[in-house]
Nanobody, 119 residues
Framework: VQLQACGGGLVQSGGSLRLSCVAS????????MRWYRQDPGKQRELVATVTNTGTTTYLDSVKGRFTISRDNAKNTVYLQMNSLKPEDTAVYYCNADIRANVMFSRAYWGQGTLVTVSS
């Protein structure tokens, strides 16, 4: 199983970006899907989660600006980021709990995509 993230880049403060992350391989089903971020020298933090039924949760600092969603038919999770701020600058990682069969679930990580917000 692999997670492939894309969509990062350089954007001005107030701008928008959309991250995507596709899961591929031996997949029976996917439970929670998440986006994390990590700034150099800081701990990785959980930005947003979407369950397999569509329930979402967010880091307080991104509420109202970021939207996480998923397309179960495409095994894909998205992160729409609006009103970006310089403090959103980080490497963003997707993460998902994936089942190769009905009994066993494992967490997988994508490779990370860099988001840079200039002031």
């Amino acid at each position: 199983v692999q997670l492939q993230a894309c969509g990062g880049g350089l954007v001005q403060s107030g701008g928008s970006l959309r991250l995507s992350c596709v899961a591929s391989g031996n997949i029976f089903s996917i439970d929670d899907m998440r986006w994390y971020r990590q700034d150099p020298g800081k701990q990785r933090e959980l930005v947003a989660t979407v369950t397999n039924t569509g329930t979402t949760t967010y880091l307080d600092s991104v509420k109202g600006r970021f939207t996480i969603s998923r397309d179960n038919a495409k095994n894909t999770v998205y992160l729409q980021m609006n009103s970006l701020k310089p403090e959103d600058t980080a490497v963003y990682y997707c993460n998902a709990d994936i089942r190769a069969n009905v009994m066993f679930s494992r967490a997988y990580w994508g490779q990370g995509t860099l988001v840079t917000v200039s002031s």
